[in-house]
T-cell receptor, first 114, second 113 residues
Framework: DQQVKQNSPSLSVQEGRISILNCDYTNSMFDYFLWYKKYPAEGPTFLISISSIKDKNEDGRFTVFLNKSAKHLSLHIVPSQPGDSAVYFCAAVARGSTLGRLYFGRGTQLTVWP | DTGVSQNPRHKITKRGQNVTFRCDPISEHNRLYWYRQTLGQGPEFLTYFQNEAQLEKSRLLSDRFSAERPKGSFSTLEIQRTEQGDSAMYLC???????????FGQGTRLTVV
């Protein structure tokens, strides 16, 4: 069963505009969330994370928002740049668990066009 | 370079052959994970180690798969009697502890023909 869901397989945005990537989760034990970026033929690269005790975390052009009651998080990229074109994966982990493995969504392909 | 290193980057093998992949984690990281990714899917968890102890194995990891991490340093993932369905990108990641950010290697692309 897919405990982390990214329902939009693709997103196309013009350079300079905002990109919003969405993610939903079902497991209420998840308490830490991460976004990874992946280029073809490479491994995922860590981008930004958020703990469940926060509702927002910013790092430069990237901001992640968490809505625990809705079990929803989103990644905002402002302004979007062509180099941001990649697959973005949302991941979640239950840090209170002794297991600690990451659960991934299926990814969203972001294309930023000039 | 102090990132996670995986070898080989690509492997083509005939069905029925055995293959082994190696992962060298970031040196101070005590957790090491193996994931598998197929086209259109996110990385799927296979197994992980804390130091040399293998703490969890996914149901995806059939008896043909085995992983080791001797002395809590590098890890190997072996697939015996490969099948075409094993074709995928095999990803290794390491982290400094439970729930910390996991850093991935570049992966090993396996093609079974």
């Amino acid at each position: 069963d897919q405990q982390v869901k990214q329902n939009s397989p693709s997103l196309s945005v013009q350079e300079g505009r905002i990109s919003i990537l969405n993610c939903d989760y079902t497991n209420s034990m998840f308490d830490y969330f991460l976004w990874y970026k992946k280029y073809p033929a490479e491994g995922p690269t860590f981008l930004i994370s958020i703990s469940s005790i926060k509702d927002k975390n910013e790092d430069g052009r990237f901001t992640v928002f968490l809505n625990k009651s809705a079990k929803h998080l989103s990644l905002h990229i402002v302004p979007s740049q062509p180099g941001d074109s990649a697959v973005y994966f949302c991941a979640a982990v239950a840090r209170g668990s002794t297991l600690g493995r990451l659960y991934f969504g299926r990814g969203t392909q972001l294309t930023v066009w000039p | 370079d102090t990132g996670v290193s995986q070898n080989p980057r690509h492997k083509i093998t005939k069905r029925g052959q055995n293959v082994t992949f190696r992962c060298d984690p970031i040196s101070e990281h005590n957790r090491l994970y193996w994931y598998r990714q197929t086209l259109g899917q996110g990385p799927e968890f296979l197994t992980y180690f804390q130091n040399e102890a293998q703490l969890e194995k996914s149901r995806l990891l059939s008896d043909r798969f085995s992983a080791e991490r001797p002395k809590g340093s590098f890890s190997t993932l072996e697939i015996q009697r490969t099948e075409q369905g094993d074709s995928a990108m095999y990803l290794c990641a390491s982290s400094i502890g439970a729930g910390a950010e996991a850093f991935f290697g570049q992966g090993t692309r396996l093609t079974v023909v």
